[in-house]
């Protein structure tokens, strides 16, 4: 029987946590920008200038539509065990990261990770529901890319505090570890059996 080559779809459960918050936020402002744009439709004395308005509707309308991208965007991010590679997908990131990098993964407390008394209020507010879970810590040798470019898109929660590596917070830590260790086993299998290149000695 021949192996798979695709592991399953994790979602990201913080990315997701994330990207509903904003999506909510971006909603609320893009209405009241709309409104306060509408307002002198229905009323005779209006809150701007009319050289303004049509920027405030702008602003509105780009507002609401990062609202409907963050609403259905939060369910496009997972990660995903490979053959030869972990995939980690986002609206706005796509990373390859091959096994060769790839240190060991063990499980972690999330709380033990990112304590809640050394978190800010608005860290706390948005962390509060992975308090107490499980996740699972995939230490790396160096990252795929600049991580400065990859903080930019990742939330920090994401990035390991004790190592270089990343967290990943999914509904099934145990199904998604145990994938990850049968599919980098068996690579790792596959290079022990793979023939090495043919080097020739130099020429004096």
Do not use: C
């Not at 993964?105 to 499980?134: I, K």
Request: aromatic share 14%; glycine share 6%; hydrophobic share 45%.
């Amino acid at each position: 029987m021949k192996s798979r080559k695709n592991g399953n779809r994790y979602p990201l459960l913080l990315y997701r946590r994330v990207m509903s918050r904003l999506w909510v936020s971006t909603l609320i402002l893009g209405l009241l920008l709309l409104v306060i744009w509408g307002w002198g439709w229905f009323y005779t004395t209006p809150l701007l200038e009319d050289g303004e308005n049509i920027w405030l509707a702008v602003a509105g309308l780009v507002s609401l539509a990062f609202a409907l991208f963050a609403l259905f965007g939060r369910s496009m991010a997972y990660v995903q065990p490979n053959r030869d590679h972990l995939r980690l997908v986002t609206p706005f990131l796509r990373l390859n990261v091959s096994y060769r990098r790839l240190r060991n993964s063990h499980p972690a407390e999330f709380t033990q990770l990112f304590p809640p008394n050394e978190a800010s209020w608005a860290q706390r507010n948005l962390l509060s529901p992975f308090y107490g879970r499980t996740t699972v810590v995939v230490e790396l040798t160096d990252y795929p890319m600049n991580p400065r470019l990859m903080r930019f898109f990742l939330a920090p929660q994401m990035f390991s505090p004790r190592s270089k590596g990343l967290v990943m917070l999914v509904p099934d830590w145990m199904a998604f570890s145990t994938e990850i260790d049968s599919f980098r086993g068996a690579w790792m299998q596959s290079q022990k059996g793979a023939p090495r290149p043919v080097t020739f000695p130099r020429k004096p």
